[in-house]
C-alpha cells in the first residue's frame, strides 16, 4: 500500500530523486521492522508453532524482498536513462512485471493460503488434540473428539485418510485397555484363588512341632510359587506309632499342589488299615497309576517309629536319601531307593527297619538344588557338612535356610523346599 502510494504521488509531481530515496527508506524500516520485531505487545503465545503462520510469514517477507529489490532498481533507472534509452525500456517493463507479479499473486496467494488453513492446517490441529486425552493404561474417554474426526471420514485425500486412522486407533486403544483391564481382573482372580489354594495347602501340613519324653519332630515347607508339589506330614497312629511322610510332585504349581494333596489324603486313608510302610507305597503307586492323565509322579519316603522298640520301618519310593546321625556323625543312610510313585503299575517296593537312638534329617531335592549366581547347586555333600559342623541344641531348620540363602544370594527359589527333623531322647 505505502509503495502504491509513494508511486502515484511521484507520477503526479513528477519524478524525484528524494520521493524514491524516502520510498526506498520507507521500505527498508518496514522490512526492519518486520523480521527484529522491536516493538513490545503483550500476546497469548500458543503452546505450538502454527504452520499457516509459518507460510504466511515467509510469502510476506519474499514480497517485501521483491518490493525491496524494485525500489532500488527504479533508483539506478535514472541514472542508466542518461546512457541508454532502450535499457531503461527494459528496466521500466521489469518493473512493471515485477508489480503485476506481486499483485496478481498476493490476493490468489492470501485465498489460497486460506483454504489450506481450512482444509488442511485446521483438521491437523484438531487431530493434535488427541494428546490431551492419552493417559497411561486408560482408555481415550472423548465421544467429542471421535466426532470431531468423523467429520473428515468421507473426504477422499489424505485427511480422510488420517481421520479414519486416528478414529481406529482410538477404538483399538479403547477396545486394548478393556481387554487389559478384563485380564487384570482376571489376574487379580487368579492370584486370590491362589491364595485361597495356598492356604488350603499349608493348613494340610502340620504346624505345631510334637515334644514329648521320648521324641521330638518338626517340619518346614516353602513352595518356589504360590503353591508347590512339596509336602510332608507327621503324626500318632496310636500310642506307640508315629507316622513320618515326606514327598515331592513332579513340577510345580497348581497341577503338583493337587497331586500332593490327594497323596497326602491317600495315605492318611490307607494308615488306617495298614501300617506295612511297602504295602502303602504299593496302594498308593497303583491309585496314582489309575488316574494320572497328566503322567505325573511323586518321590515319597514313608515311615513308622515305634517309641517302645525305637524301631523304624520304612519304605522308600525314588525319594532323596535320609541323614542320620551315628556317633555324633551325620551320613546318608543306605536305603533301597525304590521307583517313584504312579509310573509303573504294581511294582513290589520293600520295607526296611533299623534302630532309631538318635536324630534323622528328611529332606527334598529343592534342598540340595538350590543354586546360587555360579550356578552351583547346595548339594548333599554342602548338607552333610553343615549338619556334622553345626551344634543342634533343638532345630536346626532356621540355622539351615539361613546358610541356604547366604549360599544362594540373590538368585530366586526355582523349586520346593521342605524338610523334617526327627530327635529321639
Known amino acids: 500500500l505505502i509503495v502504491t502510494v509513494i508511486a502515484l504521488i511521484s507520477k503526479i509531481l513528477g519524478v524525484d530523486k528524494q520521493i524514491l530515496l524516502v520510498e526506498t527508506v520507507l521500505i527498508g524500516i518496514l ?24 507460510i504466511i510469514q ?114 483399538h486403544n479403547n477396545h486394548y485397555i478393556e481387554n487389559i483391564q478384563k485380564i487384570e481382573g482376571e489376574k487379580e482372580r487368579i492370584k486370590a484363588e491362589l491364595d485361597i489354594a495356598s492356604k488350603i495347602q499349608d493348613a494340610n501340613l502340620p504346624h505345631d512341632a510334637i515334644r514329648n519324653e521320648n521324641y521330638y519332630i518338626t517340619g518346614y515347607s516353602h513352595p518356589a510359587k504360590e503353591v508347590g508339589g512339596d509336602f510332608f506330614d507327621y503324626y500318632e497312629l496310636d500310642d506307640d506309632n508315629l507316622a513320618i511322610v515326606i514327598g515331592d510332585v513332579s513340577d510345580k504349581g497348581v497341577p503338583a499342589a493337587l497331586v500332593a494333596m490327594i497323596t497326602q489324603f491317600i495315605i492318611k486313608q490307607i494308615l488306617t488299615q495298614e501300617r506295612d510302610p511297602s504295602k502303602v507305597l504299593y496302594l498308593i503307586n497303583n491309585l496314582l497309576y489309575e488316574n494320572n492323565p497328566e503322567a505325573m509322579f511323586v518321590s515319597l519316603w514313608l515311615g513308622i517309629y515305634n517309641k517302645n522298640t525305637k524301631k523304624l520301618k520304612f519304605s522308600n519310593a525314588g525319594h532323596t536319601l535320609p541323614l542320620i546321625k551315628k556317633d555324633d556323625t551325620f551320613e546318608y543312610l543306605d536305603v533301597y531307593r525304590g521307583i517313584i510313585l504312579a509310573i509303573l503299575e504294581d511294582f513290589e517296593y520293600k520295607t ?36 556334622n559342623k553345626i551344634k543342634i541344641d533343638d532345630d536346626p531348620i532356621n540355622p539351615l535356610l539361613n546358610d541356604i540363602n547366604n549360599f544362594i544370594g540373590k538368585q530366586e527359589q526355582f523349586d520346593d523346599m521342605t524338610l523334617i527333623y526327627l530327635k529321639i531322647k
Open 352 to 387: 526296611e527297619e533299623i534302630t532309631l537312638s538318635n536324630e534323622l534329617i528328611l529332606y527334598t531335592d529343592g534342598i540340595t538344588d538350590a543354586t546360587n549366581d555360579n550356578d552351583e547347586c547346595y548339594g548333599e555333600d554342602r548338607l552333610l557338612d553343615f549338619f
Open 31 to 54: 522490512l526492519f521492522c518486520y523480521l527484529t520485531k522491536p516493538f513490545v505487545h503483550k500476546i497469548e503465545t500458543p503452546d505450538r508453532d502454527s504452520i499457516i503462520e509459518d
Open 58 to 171: 515467509k510469502f510476506l517477507i519474499i514480497i517485501l524482498v521483491i518490493s525491496f529489490l524494485g525500489m532500488i532498481i527504479s533508483h539506478f533507472t535514472y541514472h542508466i536513462i542518461d546512457i541508454d534509452v532502450n535499457l531503461t525500456i527494459y528496466v521500466m517493463q521489469g518493473l512493471l512485471l515485477t508489480d503485476a507479479i506481486i499483485i496478481l499473486s498476493f490476493i490468489p496467494g492470501m485465498i489460497i493460503l486460506r483454504y489450506t488453513e481450512k482444509r488442511v492446517i485446521q483438521p491437523l490441529s484438531s487431530f493434535s488434540e488427541i494428546k490431551k486425552f492419552i493417559k497411561e493404561n486408560e482408555k481415550i474417554e472423548s465421544e467429542g473428539l471421535v466426532k470431531l474426526y468423523s467429520n473428515y471420514l468421507n473426504e477422499k485425500n489424505e485427511i480422510g485418510t488420517l481421520a479414519k486412522s486416528y478414529t481406529e486407533l482410538i477404538n
